[in-house]
């Protein structure tokens, strides 16, 4: 333990606890430049408390110079220091989809449930090398079995083609590069008379599906950073750039620590000559996409509004991910009102989801406890309204 009740043992992950009732803004403000300065992420807990999650190394002295110490509330020293406790702590906000089952089915009973899914860090586990994001032929099992009973999306940051290879399902829709490049059921424009963006695109009719790409006009610049940002990043060892069609990925969980600060400015110095394009951050991943109003939320309205969804009141949408881009999707269905928002998780993290699940695992858990509850409950009236979940 340091002078503050910090404990730490080498690369620890430990949590700190922090009223902030009584701070300012800019206080609050501060404490969190200082944190993320330090590569420390702010995870929000509940109203007026936060918490932080960091690791400490053994030179590492947590707050000790840090002008205005925390006071630790909540958690005793022990569970501070505990990352089940703090897990634990934030689930009651956020609970297990698997533990509360019962809550998310009943209200479902006579509604029709429409399934979303995120890709990497979902259904697959995050690996070092992203080709190899394979999911396993039991999770493709229980994918395949939740969308022979409810319609089903894999809205991935990955391009349309590759997770498509990647999941190999048929009857399931697939968006890539974040909602930007949507395969969807046929319909025609008309459908859609509440699509305005001024960009567009379109409908491109394709096989006997739609595909949607609201982003299509910025293909060639995006091909255009693609090869520049090759060229720029060759020589830093273990930096990855993948083509995800509408965006780019410059994936860098192989690169050395002590590179990392120049592939960002390489990146950077290539993204400031295309000013219609900005820059995200995921799990050791840097994401260059168009600066247009569409996300991971839009492509949920959109596949809901295809599948003759808009203006049911009955509809309940149902997303799990892991990514900040899934919370777009989150802060719709709070919006609605109506679904359920799901965040994959081992760690305590500030998310408008309202349940969770640990990993891949749990997600795999989950699916086929989904698709035995539609079979059960469908089974004594097998007509093909209830086999989409549209009632008991
Ligand atoms: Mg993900």
């Given at each position: 333990?340091d002078?503050?009740?910090?404990?730490?043992?080498?690369?620890?992950?430990?949590?700190?606890?922090?009223?902030?009732?009584?701070?300012?803004?800019?206080?609050?403000?501060?404490?969190?430049?200082?944190?993320?300065?330090?590569?420390?992420?702010?995870?929000?807990?509940?109203?007026?408390?936060?918490?932080?999650?960091?690791?400490?190394?053994?030179?590492?002295?947590?707050f000790?110079?840090?002008?205005?110490?925390?006071?630790?509330?909540?958690?005793?020293?022990?569970?501070?220091?505990?990352?089940?406790?703090?897990?634990?702590?934030?689930?009651?906000d956020?609970?297990?989809?698997?533990?509360?089952?019962?809550?998310?089915?009943?209200?479902?009973?006579?509604?029709?449930?429409?399934?979303?899914?995120?890709?990497?860090?979902?259904?697959?586990?995050?690996?070092?090398?992203?080709?190899?994001?394979?999911?396993?032929?039991?999770?493709?099992s229980?994918?395949?079995?939740?969308?022979?009973y409810?319609?089903?999306?894999?809205?991935?940051?990955?391009?349309?083609?590759k997770?498509?290879?990647?999941?190999?399902?048929?009857?399931?829709?697939?968006?890539?590069?974040?909602?930007?490049?949507?395969?969807?059921?046929?319909a025609?424009?008309?459908?859609?008379p509440?699509?305005?963006?001024?960009?567009?695109?379109?409908?491109?009719?394709?096989?006997n599906?739609?595909?949607?790409?609201?982003?299509?006009?910025?293909?060639?610049?995006?091909?255009?950073?693609?090869?520049?940002?090759?060229?720029?990043?060759?020589?830093?060892?273990?930096?990855?750039?993948?083509?995800?069609?509408?965006?780019?990925s410059?994936?860098?969980?192989?690169?050395?620590?002590?590179?990392?600060?120049?592939?960002?400015?390489?990146?950077?110095?290539?993204?400031?000559?295309?000013?219609?394009?900005?820059?995200?951050?995921?799990?050791?991943?840097?994401e260059?996409?168009?600066?247009?109003?569409?996300?991971?939320?839009?492509?949920?309205?959109?596949?809901?509004?295809?599948?003759?969804?808009?203006?049911?009141?009955?509809?309940?949408?149902?997303?799990?991910?892991?990514?900040?881009?899934?919370?777009?999707?989150?802060?719709?269905?709070?919006?609605?009102?109506?679904?359920?928002?799901?965040?994959?998780?081992?760690?305590?993290?500030?998310?408008?989801?309202?349940?969770?699940?640990?990993?891949?695992?749990?997600?795999?858990?989950?699916?086929?406890?989904?698709?035995?509850?539609?079979?059960?409950?469908?089974?004594?009236?097998?007509?093909?309204?209830?086999?989409?979940?549209?009632?008991?």
């Amino acid at each position: 333990m340091d002078k503050e009740g910090v404990p730490f043992q080498g690369s620890f992950l430990g949590y700190y606890q922090i009223d902030m009732s009584d701070r300012k803004n800019t206080t609050r403000m501060e404490f969190t430049k200082i944190n993320q300065a330090r590569g420390l992420r702010r995870l929000m807990l509940t109203g007026q408390t936060q918490c932080f999650a960091f690791r400490l190394k053994h030179h590492d002295h947590g707050f000790v110079d840090r002008p205005f110490p925390p006071r630790v509330r909540g958690l005793d020293q022990h569970h501070c220091g505990d990352p089940e406790a703090a897990y634990h702590l934030w689930q009651k906000d956020h609970p297990s989809a698997l533990k509360v089952f019962d809550r998310i089915t009943k209200p479902a009973k006579g509604k029709r449930i429409v399934v979303f899914l995120d890709y990497d860090g979902t259904l697959s586990p995050i690996v070092n090398d992203p080709d190899r994001a394979f999911m396993t032929d039991e999770m493709r099992s229980a994918v395949k079995k939740v969308s022979n009973y409810f319609p089903t999306a894999i809205i991935s940051g990955r391009s349309r083609d590759k997770v498509k290879e990647f999941v190999r399902l048929e009857n399931v829709y697939y968006a890539g590069s974040h909602g930007m490049d949507i395969m969807s059921p046929p319909a025609s424009p008309e459908s859609f008379p509440s699509w305005k963006h001024s960009t567009i695109p379109a409908l491109h009719q394709k096989g006997n599906g739609t595909v949607f790409q609201p982003a299509r006009n910025y293909l060639p610049a995006v091909q255009e950073m693609l090869a520049a940002i090759e060229k720029q990043i060759a020589n830093i060892q273990g930096a990855r750039v993948e083509d995800n069609r509408f965006c780019i990925s410059v994936h860098y969980r192989q690169v050395k620590e002590e590179d990392l600060e120049m592939l960002e400015q390489k990146v950077i110095s290539v993204l400031q000559k295309y000013p219609d394009f900005h820059l995200t951050r995921g799990k050791m991943v840097m994401e260059i996409r168009p600066s247009i109003e569409w996300n991971k939320g839009h492509a949920l309205e959109y596949l809901l509004e295809k599948l003759g969804f808009k203006d049911s009141t009955d509809v309940l949408p149902l997303y799990i991910g892991d990514d900040r881009t899934d919370e777009d999707a989150f802060k719709v269905i709070q919006r609605r009102g109506q679904g359920y928002p799901i965040i994959v998780s081992s760690i305590p993290k500030e998310t408008k989801a309202s349940y969770s699940l640990r990993d891949p695992s749990e997600v795999l858990a989950f699916l086929s406890r989904l698709a035995r509850w539609r079979k059960a409950s469908s089974s004594s009236n097998r007509s093909s309204a209830q086999i989409w979940g549209l009632g008991d």
